[in-house]
């Protein structure tokens, strides 16, 4: 039969009975709508996950070293100078991988970076554990810091290029999410290993550090390589099938690619006329000025407030407060561990809720308090134990809002403000201001001790966490809700940025939605 037309004027359909007519049911395509978002949330989740397994390495070594170093002094007999080199010699060295991080990505891929990365940090971490001399050990240090430097490049940039726009801050905080899982798997090492003899102890506690670096091999055959680096690469059709399983609506995979197309038009054209991206950068436009002002900036204030410092050197500064024994100590940073862990679980799910920038006000103004507070503890209360409790309650709340804010926003902002055709060089730079001012606070902390005490030095920390609630005030805009490419309009505004302050919401009229 036809249709028919009922009493009221509305159309009905009938079939007769040897029709093979299929008549989709609203039920059962809300159904298939939500087990395809269910998938595909699954499913960049995963990659997110897997690709994140190397912020595991870096935050291990962190971790572990603070331990480690107490008996690598008994075993190895290296002075207080040695002990602040090797420390801080990673996070120097490490600038040597972000710096080729950009290039190589661009050349090989986001995917197999990653794996590249893990490849020379495992190297790094068993010449570590079975050296016999301060040489050796230097040698495996040295290794790992050009691990970690590839590791800490690519990876936020890899989760910014896959993730859909609505997830894309909670998936680009996952490698500060590992980052501190490691730094607690490693404080667990020390504590687990530390009754071990000291000859053999801290080994093992490096040797550990090895194991997620297995397990980023076997990630390799579940993530897809970004879609906006296939485009660059003219892999068209590859970048089509990669965005079908990462993007909800299948409906708007031909629109996100045109978008993709549109933004690598641009270095496509800008490689025809020869025009180099480092040229553009040491030479940059206004626009560009400004997000090399944001994200470097931001990645500096991440370090220079001394963050590295607390983790790597936190059994100094409890020692100082007045803990007694190695394994007292090395139980008191679990406990800074576990905070910092927490909190960056909390932040996860505030970062595409609350926005970057209020949790950037919270975390830098809490740090200030903590990081003062700190300061006058050290300078003050002697061996109390009032001082003590106050001393672990300080740095427990530094790392927290250091956790909740700085900590993943800092990644979340620099891997979302920069243009395609810069995205990997860009983001390489940002990562290098990082390491460098991290191995530069961790070269110097104990000297800097000596000089104006571990008070003073953390009052000076506090103060440097005031300026960077000013930076954020003046010079990181709100991100949240709007595509990469939006974003770049938005830096490219010159009108939006005379006033000091700036807000997505007041050029909201310019962008079109996605």
């Known amino acids: 039969?036809?249709?028919?037309?009922?009493?009221?004027?509305?159309?009905?359909?009938?079939?007769?009975?040897?029709?093979?007519?299929?008549?989709?049911?609203?039920?059962?395509?809300?159904?298939?709508?939500?087990?395809?978002?269910?998938?595909?949330?699954?499913?960049?989740?995963?990659?997110?996950?897997?690709?994140?397994?190397?912020?595991?390495?870096?935050?291990?070594?962190?971790?572990?070293?603070?331990?480690?170093?107490?008996?690598?002094?008994?075993?190895?007999?290296i002075s207080e100078v040695q002990e602040e080199v090797f420390v801080g010699i990673l996070s120097i060295i490490s600038l040597l991988g972000s710096l080729a991080g950009g290039k190589t990505s661009d050349a090989i891929g986001r995917k197999w970076t990653i794996a590249f990365a893990a490849i020379v940090f495992q190297s790094g971490a068993g010449v570590m554990a079975l050296a016999s001399s301060f040489t050796v050990l230097m040698m495996g240090r040295l290794l790992a810091g050009i691990g970690i430097g590839f590791g800490v490049m690519i990876t936020p940039v890899y989760i910014a290029e896959i993730a859909p726009t609505v997830t894309r801050g909670s998936l680009t905080s996952f490698p500060e999410i590992f980052t501190n899982l490691g730094i607690l798997l490693g404080y667990i090492s020390n504590y687990a290993f530390s009754g071990l003899p000291a000859h053999i102890n801290w080994r093992i506690m490096l040797a550990v550090g090895i194991i997620p670096s297995i397990f980023i091999g076997g990630a390799l055959f579940v993530i897809p390589e970004s879609p906006r680096w296939l485009v660059m690469q003219n892999r068209i059709d590859e970048a089509r099938n990669v965005l079908l399983k990462t993007n909800d609506n299948a409906g708007e995979v031909e629109g996100k690619l045109a978008e993709i197309q549109e933004a690598a038009k641009f270095m496509t054209k800008d490689r025809s006329e020869e025009k180099a991206v480092w040229r553009e950068m040491l030479n940059p436009t206004p626009g560009v000025r400004r997000m090399l002002i944001t994200g470097c900036g931001i990645q500096i204030f991440q370090q220079i407030t001394?963050?590295?410092?607390?983790?790597?050197?936190?059994?100094?500064?409890?020692?100082?407060?007045?803990?007694?024994?190695?394994?007292?100590?090395?139980?008191?940073?679990?406990?800074?561990?576990?905070?910092?862990?927490?909190?960056?679980l909390i932040a996860i799910f505030l970062i595409d809720k609350a926005g970057r920038k209020p949790l950037l006000y919270v975390s830098t103004v809490g740090m200030t308090v903590c990081l003062l507070t700190l300061g006058l503890t050290l300078s003050t209360t002697g061996n109390s134990e009032f001082g003590i409790a106050l001393a672990i309650l300080c740095v427990c709340g530094n790392v927290a809002f250091f956790s909740v804010g700085i900590g993943p926003i800092c990644w979340v902002v620099s891997s979302e403000i920069f243009p395609l055709k810069l995205r990997a060089q860009a983001s390489a730079i940002g990562s290098v201001g990082s390491r460098v001012s991290s191995g530069v606070i961790a070269m110097s902390f104990l000297s800097v001790n000596h000089a104006i005490t571990v008070g003073g030095t953390f009052m000076v920390f506090a103060a440097i966490s005031a300026l960077s609630v000013a930076f954020v005030y003046k010079y990181v805009p709100e991100t949240k809700g709007k595509s990469l490419e939006q974003i770049e309009m938005l830096f490219q505004n010159d009108s939006y940025w005379e006033h000091g302050q700036v807000e997505l919401e007041d050029v909201q009229h310019l962008i079109p939605n996605e």
């Open 1 to 77: 039969m036809g249709l028919q037309e009922n009493g009221k004027g509305s159309v009905r359909k009938y079939r007769s009975m040897d029709e093979d007519v299929s008549v989709s049911h609203p039920f059962q395509e809300n159904g298939s709508i939500r087990n395809r978002r269910s998938s595909s949330s699954n499913y960049v989740m995963a990659c997110a996950i897997f690709a994140s397994l190397n912020s595991v390495l870096l935050g291990y070594d962190v971790g572990v070293m603070s331990g480690a170093i107490l008996f690598i002094q008994e075993d190895l007999k």
């Open 306 to 344: 001394g963050i590295d410092a607390t983790v790597y050197y936190s059994p100094t500064i409890f020692k100082n407060a007045g803990i007694k024994g190695n394994t007292q100590l090395l139980a008191a940073t679990v406990a800074v561990g576990f905070t910092k862990t927490i909190f960056i």
